[in-house]
């Protein structure tokens, strides 16, 4: 695709319940980012992922949330047993490679989870 | 950790001004800073990436200035107009990116 692509948009779901945020990175892009953006502050580092390499899962706030990425494409984060706090925009991005000079990212539109 | 603060936190201005807005970040050790744009409701959009090696970028009436030693960076736009308005997020890229909470712009017709 032309660019990265979430899905769902929205996401409204009752506290307890799981949910999956899919995220389809740009075509060639080795390298893949999740952020959370909560009302009113920046952008929270989440995980990401480079090639076939371990995943930098550092920015994970529990251990209520994973990510996989599979045949190095698309990936979706799982959020287990939600809590209200984790009502958030959730962000993906992708780029050519991870670190170093050449680290440009490419963000999708976001999927708004809303925990009742 | 780095810090990431930009500053103001919100800024409304009349169409056609000149304004700047800062970002500072507190290591050094950066590979480049990036300058995004986000409309409420959308993702982020890539307006510049400043190399650290590079003291500035261009793109149109955008210009960013990038002072890796004392952690400062600026966007400069100039004759500003309402289709500017949108909230200004830098980053910087170290071992990972570390986002600040942005500057909200308002440019009054």
């Known amino acids: 695709g032309a660019g990265v692509s979430q899905s769902p948009s929205n996401k409204v779901t009752e506290k307890g319940k799981d949910v999956e945020l899919r995220c389809d990175p740009i075509?060639?892009?080795?390298?893949l980012y999740w952020y959370r953006q909560s009302l009113g502050q920046g952008l929270e580092f989440l995980i990401y992922?480079?090639?076939?390499?371990?995943?930098?899962k550092s920015g994970l706030p529990s251990d209520r949330f994973s990510a996989e990425r599979t045949g190095g494409s698309v990936s979706t984060l799982t959020i287990q047993r939600t809590q209200q706090e984790d009502s958030a925009v959730y962000l993906c991005a992708s780029s050519l490679a991870s670190g170093g000079a050449m680290n440009i990212q490419y963000f999708g539109a976001g999927t708004r989870l809303s925990v009742l | 950790k780095q810090e990431v603060t930009q500053i103001p936190a919100a800024l409304s201005v009349p169409e056609g001004e000149n304004l700047v807005l800062n970002c500072s970040f507190t290591?050094?050790?950066?590979?480049?800073l990036q300058w995004f744009r986000q409309d409420p409701g959308k993702g982020l959009t890539s307006l510049l990436l400043?190399?650290?090696?590079?003291r500035e970028q261009t793109s149109g009436r955008l210009n960013a200035s990038l002072d890796k030693s004392s952690g400062r960076s600026t966007l400069y736009i100039a004759a500003s107009q309402p289709g500017d308005s949108a909230t200004y997020l830098c980053a910087v890229n170290g071992n990972q990116f570390y986002f600040g909470t942005g500057t909200s712009l308002t440019v009054i017709p």
């Open positions: 992922f480079q090639g076939n390499s371990a995943p930098d």
């Open positions: 075509s060639g892009h080795t390298a």
């Open positions: 290591d050094s050790a950066i590979y480049n």
């Open positions: 400043i190399q650290s090696s590079q």
